[in-house]
Nanobody
Framework: QLQLVESGGGLVQPGGSLRLSCATS????????IGWFRQAPGKEREGVSC????????NYAEAAKGRFTISRDNAKSTVYLQMNSLKPDDTAVYYC???????????????????WGQGTQVTVSS
């Protein structure tokens, strides 16, 4: 199975930046669309952003648009989520997930994502 590992979470002040990474050391991500999701206490898991297997297509939730940027480096089997202008409402556990979609688009809906990482905590607080 595809194993995903998130890293880069931590504590930042409002307005700060953080870059999350999602990587695998055993498999290539060339054939997978990758999504970032998050879950805050008391809330359902929600989509944040996604990127197609080619890297040409990206989508963002309204809450992330303009502040977050998703990218990928297939040579390193790594997908990144650059988060800028962070707000307290961004506090959540962030998960990356993979879906077997080669050369297609992607969606921020949870449906279809079969492989999940264990998550990394992001806390935005003064």
């Amino acid at each position: 199975q595809l194993q995903l590992v998130e890293s880069g979470g931590g504590l930042v002040q409002p307005g700060g930046s953080l870059r999350l990474s999602c990587a695998t050391s055993r498999f290539t991500l060339d054939y997978y669309a990758i999504g970032w999701f998050r879950q805050a206490p008391g809330k359902e898991r929600e989509g944040v952003s996604c990127i197609s297997s080619s890297g040409y297509n990206t989508n963002y939730a309204e809450a992330a648009k303009g502040r977050f940027t998703i990218s990928r480096d297939n040579a390193k089997s790594t997908v990144y989520l650059q988060m800028n202008s962070l707000k307290p409402d961004d506090t959540a556990v962030y998960y990356c997930a993979a879906q077997r979609l080669y050369g297609a688009g992607c969606g921020t809906n949870l449906n279809g994502y079969m492989y999940w990482g264990q998550g990394t905590q992001v806390t935005v607080s003064s």
